[in-house]
């Protein structure tokens, strides 16, 4: 967050009772390493990390994930699930309709794409096909079994889409273009984590959170392609697991099961 801004940070999550501590940052290499070294000195849950920017920042499968200053949203928060291990993919859930929320609060219509992707449309109409939406945030879950994970939220929020680098041209999504006006960072912030503190909480205490996933999911249903190491698989997105998978119906009739992490979806 802006220096100018960090007191309204702070008074903010001052008011979200199950936020400890929160770390503030103008630019860090990525906020995940951060949390993830205040975990393994033993930090209690509910840190959250935030950055204005970032030197280094990860995405998923080793990708990076571009952070510019001033115009993003780079949080990575610290937690120790009491839930079974099995449960812990279930995080990503979490993060994913947390995020959903915090975008929501700024008058912008929001999704997921499966397995971590935050997705907007282009236009503030929830009616345009999925396959138009853009992909304005990511999720980066990396846990440290079985002590703590670290859940990593990076935000597309008022970076000008035309100032992205031509390889993310065509996919990236940005808040502000959508809505057409830059919108306040610490609103979007607000929502999200006032929205993953409540969902959290009550998760760990056993609540599931798979049925409300998989509402926000803008493409089950549709047919989509899967991009494994192993090659293409294309079919109709049936329906998602507790363990974050998804179940593919193959042409054949026959259905696949592909695990969250190891591929990639597009849509035809
Ligand atoms: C993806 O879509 O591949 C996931 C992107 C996750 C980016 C966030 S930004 C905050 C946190 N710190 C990182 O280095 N990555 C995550």
Known sequence: ?????SAAVLRMAGKIPWIRDLYLYEEVDSTNDVA????????PEGIVVLADAQRAGRGRAGRSWWTPPGMALAVSILVR??????????????????????????????????????????RPNREMPAIAWRKAGGILVESVLPAFAVV??????????????????EIMGSICDTVGRPVSRLEVLEGLLQAFADLYTKWNEG??????????????????????PG?????IAESVSAEGGL??????????????GDVSLRWM
């Open 36 to 43: 993830r070294d205040l975990g393994e000195r033993g930090a």
């Open 1 to 5: 967050m802006m220096k100018e801004n």
């Open 231 to 235: 090659g293409i698989q294309e079919g």
């Open 247 to 260: 179940w593919l119906r193959l042409p054949d009739g026959r259905r696949e099961y592909f695990v969250a």
């Open 207 to 228: 609540m599931s959170v798979l049925e409300r996933w998989a509402a926000r999911l803008i493409m089950l249903g549709q047919h989509v392609q899967i991009h494994t």
């Open 152 to 169: 990593g939220i990076g935000m597309n929020v008022n970076i000008p889409t035309e100032m992205a680098p031509s390889e993310l041209a």
């Open 81 to 122: 699930p009491r839930r079974p291990l099995k449960d812990w993919p279930q995080l990503m859930m979490i993060a994913g309709l947390a995020a959903v929320e915090g975008i929501e609060r700024v008058d912008c219509p929001a999704g997921l794409k499966w397995p971590n992707d935050i997705m907007i449309p282009p």
